[in-house]
């Protein structure tokens, strides 16, 4: 059932709100995203809320914020929606205003959606809040360790890319269009030295940093079994 709220600012939110604010949207974004094959089911969703939970505790973020842009950040991803950039904002802006989310609150929280992504090895970062770096540091840890090794070779499948061919090489793609256009060309295995491996180095937090050293070790160490199993020497 979907239930209606009057506008509320950020100030006038307390805690019974907030809870029904965060229910409603969990509710709602569970039933989007269960059963989605490309890695951005709801279980990632899932991880990444309780990732930023923990971070924005730490960074002494704006709880709401965060866990509200956590939620909605793959409500639409524009790889799936003809490229279109702005499919995940909308769709989280339609949401907000049907629950009655201030519209400074969902301006902010839109905003995050909108600039989270990884755009390209060349291209820089446009997220610009403490809340919204630390979405996108929740996010970009989903994409690392072993969880992130599963969901790429998810998101590779979804392309229909192969595992790896070796005749293809990484390209650092200079430019969020170029990025855009190749969906994992050359296999998933690419995907790894276009993005996968560049992420360490660029989290925001000092707390998603750390997590972020023991995730790329693990992602290193199973390339190497990789290959060597390839080139026959495991
Ligand atoms: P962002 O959250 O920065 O928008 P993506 O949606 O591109 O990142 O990445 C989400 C997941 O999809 C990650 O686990 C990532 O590894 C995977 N992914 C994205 N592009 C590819 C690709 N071309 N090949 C394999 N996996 C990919
Ligand atoms: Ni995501």
């Known amino acids: 059932m979907l239930l209606v709220y009057a506008p509320m600012s950020n100030s006038t939110l307390n805690s019974e709100e907030k809870n029904r604010i965060l229910k409603a949207t969990e509710e709602y974004v569970k039933k989007e995203l269960t059963g989605e094959s490309s890695g951005h089911d709801w279980w990632h969703t899932q991880r990444v809320w309780k990732t930023a939970v923990k971070i924005a505790k730490k960074e002494k973020a704006d709880l709401i914020v965060v866990q509200l842009a956590a939620l909605l950040h793959d409500i639409a991803d524009w790889k799936f929606n003809n490229d279109n950039e702005s499919a995940g904002s909308d769709k989280a802006k339609e949401w907000l205003d049907k629950i009655g989310v201030d519209e400074n609150i969902s301006n902010h929280i839109c905003e995050i959606i909108h600039d989270l992504s990884f755009k390209g090895a060349g291209v820089k970062s446009e997220i610009k809040t403490k809340e919204g770096m630390i979405v996108q540091d929740a996010d970009r840890l989903d994409a690392m360790g072993a969880i992130g090794i599963a969901r790429a070779f998810a998101t590779g499948a979804k392309f229909n890319r192969e595992i790896y061919n070796p005749e293809i090489k990484p390209t650092l793609h200079q430019?969020?269009?170029d990025y855009k256009k190749s969906k994992g060309y050359g296999g998933s295995i690419n995907h790894f030295y276009?993005?996968?491996?560049?992420?360490?180095?660029?989290?925001?937090?000092?707390?998603?940093?750390?997590?972020?050293?023991?995730?790329?070790?693990?992602?290193?160490?199973?390339?190497?079994?990789?290959?060597?199993?390839?080139?026959?020497?495991?």
Do not use: C, P, Q, V
Not at 204 to 213: G, R, Y
């Open 175 to 177: 430019t969020a269009e």
């Open 194 to 234: 276009e993005k996968l491996l560049l992420l360490k180095d660029r989290m925001n937090t000092a707390t998603a940093k750390k997590i972020a050293e023991k995730r790329h070790k693990f992602m290193e160490h199973y390339l190497k079994e990789f290959f060597n199993e390839w080139n026959g020497k495991a």
